[in-house]
């Protein structure tokens, strides 16, 4: 069944190689890109803007590992230009690290937060918003 | 066009990675820089995907960005481990002191 729909697919992919130069899923793999790139700036300015230890765990921590999945998916689907066996086993490894990420990014997010907590690095409060000092450093 | 496509994904994301290093430059917390540098790794195997596509040998560069990815979560995983066993030995202590001083 595998081989059957690989020989399917090969053929779209010949029809539409004869069109012009993109595989539509290559389109796919660019909209996955480029929606990675707006959470990574999502990230990048919660990084600076945030506050707190805490919530700049909480940018980081979810923007991130989103971020990495989606690019990395949409480059795997990006560098799939031929149905072969070669590009079949590249996908499958990108989607590999893909895995890797969606399982490790949440483990190292929590094993630094919880050194963080233990280290009796508390949340700011509501009080300490008023303390310009305390935030700015 | 792909090629064009991997240029500016890869300098975009090269671009975002600044402010990452200005909170390792003023993170007032041990655990805002490891989080920055935990961030920046990430990324990195992400950015070595996008080389191997400008190269078309994306074939070498996945396995450079598994090693990277590997790494990264070890660097994470031992970083917080060898800050949370120091600083919260030395708290207990100091804690135990002060509830000994209070009794």
């Known amino acids: 069944m595998m081989i059957e729909s690989m020989g399917v697919l090969r053929v779209v992919a010949e029809a539409v190689d004869a069109g012009g130069g993109i595989v539509p899923f290559q389109i796919i793999g660019f909209v996955l890109a480029v929606v990675g790139l707006v959470f990574f700036l999502g990230t990048s300015v919660g990084m600076v803007r945030f506050p707190d230890f805490y919530t700049r765990m909480h940018a980081a921590g979810k923007g991130d590992s989103l971020s990495t999945m989606l690019i990395l998916s949409g480059f795997a689907l990006i560098t799939m230009e031929d149905f072969s066996l070669g590009s079949w086993l590249l996908f499958v490894k990108i989607m590999g690290i893909v895995l890797f990420i969606y399982i490790t990014s949440p483990t190292s997010s929590h094993a630094l937060m919880r050194a963080a907590f233990e280290d009796d690095e508390m949340p700011l409060e509501e009080k300490d918003l008023n303390k310009p000092s305390k935030v700015k450093k | ?103």
Request: net charge positive; proline share 3%; hydrophobic share 55%.
């Open chain 2, 1 to 103: 066009m792909i090629d064009w496509f991997a240029i500016i994904m890869g300098s975009t994301l090269f671009l975002l990675m600044i402010p990452m290093v200005y909170r390792i430059w003023v993170g007032p917390t041990p655990f805002d820089r490891m989080l920055a540098v935990n961030v920046i790794g990430t990324k990195t195997a992400v950015l070595l995907v996008i080389i191997g596509t400008l190269f078309d040998r994306v074939d070498m560069f996945v396995d450079f960005a598994i090693a990277y990815a590997l790494l990264n979560f070890v660097s994470a995983i031992v970083v917080s481990r060898y800050l949370n066993r120091t600083i919260s030995l030395r708290e207990m202590e100091e804690r135990e002191k002060a509830k000994g001083a209070k009794v």
